[in-house]
């Protein structure tokens, strides 16, 4: 797994993914391990990450997805835990965090080198997309969570995915070929970002990260799914199922170590008297009873009355 020591050209990242992602790389040079982040990379297109001649013991790779997708889909199993930064960072000793640093998971890669010399590692998903079907899956992956019923995301065009486009674009008062523009994906990511008039959406007027969970009733089981990040000042709307009969919100405020923030000695959240299961981590889970027997934290959440269609629940500091 180890990178060439004698590359002769640039290193490039391409994104094969239905996602958005933002990357971090990781350089083993001579004992010294340092990182830098964040690279956006969007569906089907490509960033240089380092220019110039590889002379690095080691290249790894970090990659996480924007927060309007919720949890992350990207799997976190590398097996270099370095430190990064919430923002745009550049950490010259990168094995020990400081203060407002957290540990990721990175993982060695072995670029391929091109005709022309470029160092090139790509970013997939198991469904094995090229790189227009990689733009087509992200396309729709966003309609859906902004409402547009653009489902199945699976890459493959279709009378139900262009109608859902169409509508899209008219209500954002853009024409066709909008969706050929280098900024289209910044588009897309403000209108979900944006309140919405139908379903839920999060908005976090604090100036901490929140992290939030949803609970869906469908008359038949209650399923709680989580978590969504919500950075400060932005709004986002979690994906729900066709017609629920309930909804359910939780959501806390964390540091940049994951850590719930504490106001007045008490953790600042936002739930109710519902108990639902939950993990630290990403989960999704439909049977509700007994958590803590199951290892799962049983979590109070509170009703969002989607009765009028929609609604907006906006967090802030009391």
């Given at each position: 797994?180890?990178?060439?020591?004698?590359?002769?050209?640039?290193?490039?990242?391409?994104?094969r993914?239905s996602?958005?992602?933002e990357?971090?790389?990781g350089?083993?040079?001579?004992?010294?391990?340092?990182?830098?982040?964040?690279?956006?990379?969007?569906p089907?297109?490509?960033?240089?990450?380092?220019?110039g001649?590889?002379?690095?013991d080691?290249?790894?790779?970090?990659?996480?997805s924007?927060?309007?997708?919720g949890a992350?889909?990207?799997?976190?199993?590398?097996?270099?835990?370095?430190?990064?930064?919430?923002?745009?960072?550049?950490i010259?000793?990168?094995?020990?965090?400081?203060?407002?640093?957290t540990?990721?998971?990175?993982?060695?890669?072995?670029?391929?080198?091109t005709?022309?010399?470029v160092?090139?590692?790509?970013?997939?998903?198991?469904?094995?997309?090229?790189?227009?079907?990689a733009?087509?899956a992200?396309?729709?992956?966003l309609?859906?969570?902004a409402?547009?019923?653009?489902?199945?995301?699976?890459?493959?065009?279709?009378?139900k995915?262009?109608?859902?486009?169409?509508?899209?674009?008219k209500?954002?008062?853009?024409?066709p070929?909008a969706v050929?523009?280098?900024?289209f994906?910044?588009?897309?990511i403000?209108?979900?970002?944006?309140?919405?008039?139908?379903?839920?959406?999060?908005?976090?007027?604090?100036?901490?990260?929140?992290?939030?969970a949803?609970?869906?009733?469908?008359?038949?089981?209650i399923?709680?799914r989580?978590?969504?990040?919500?950075?400060?000042g932005?709004?986002?709307?979690?994906?729900?199922?066709?017609?629920?009969?309930r909804?359910?919100?939780?959501?806390?405020?964390?540091?940049?170590?994951?850590?719930?923030i504490?106001?007045?000695?008490?953790?600042?959240?936002?739930?109710?008297a519902?108990?639902?299961?939950?993990r630290?981590?990403?989960f999704?889970?439909s049977?509700?009873?007994?958590?803590s027997?199951?290892?799962?934290?049983?979590?109070?959440?509170?009703?969002?009355?989607l009765?009028?269609?929609?609604?907006?629940?906006?967090f802030?500091?009391?």
């Amino acid at each position: 797994m180890a990178l060439p020591t004698t590359a002769h050209a640039d290193l490039k990242i391409c994104n094969r993914m239905s996602y958005v992602i933002e990357a971090a790389i990781g350089i083993d040079d001579k004992a010294t391990t340092a990182t830098r982040g964040w690279f956006r990379i969007d569906p089907a297109r490509c960033r240089v990450v380092l220019q110039g001649a590889l002379t690095a013991d080691r290249v790894m790779l970090h990659a996480r997805s924007l927060a309007v997708y919720g949890a992350s889909p990207v799997p976190q199993n590398g097996t270099d835990p370095l430190c990064v930064a919430q923002d745009n960072f550049v950490i010259a000793a990168a094995r020990q965090c400081r203060s407002g640093q957290t540990l990721a998971a990175f993982t060695e890669i072995r670029p391929a080198q091109t005709e022309d010399g470029v160092m090139v590692s790509y970013l997939a998903e198991d469904s094995g997309y090229d790189d227009e079907q990689a733009k087509l899956a992200a396309i729709q992956r966003l309609l859906v969570i902004a409402g547009y019923d653009a489902a199945p995301i699976d890459g493959v065009d279709g009378p139900k995915t262009q109608a859902a486009l169409a509508a899209f674009l008219k209500r954002s008062g853009l024409k066709p070929d909008a969706v050929d523009a280098p900024d289209f994906f910044d588009t897309m990511i403000k209108a979900v970002e944006a309140p919405s008039g139908t379903g839920l959406t999060w908005c976090n007027d604090t100036k901490a990260k929140i992290m939030a969970a949803v609970g869906e009733d469908d008359g038949k089981t209650i399923s709680s799914r989580g978590w969504y990040r919500i950075e400060p000042g932005k709004c986002l709307r979690p994906d729900l199922g066709a017609q629920p009969k309930r909804v359910f919100s939780f959501a806390e405020a964390v540091d940049d170590n994951a850590r719930p923030i504490l106001l007045k000695g008490k953790p600042l959240n936002w739930g109710g008297a519902t108990l639902l299961c939950t993990r630290d981590s990403k989960f999704e889970i439909s049977e509700q009873g007994d958590c803590s027997a199951r290892g799962l934290n049983a979590t109070g959440f509170a009703p969002a009355d989607l009765s009028g269609g929609s609604r907006t629940l906006r967090f802030t500091t009391p």
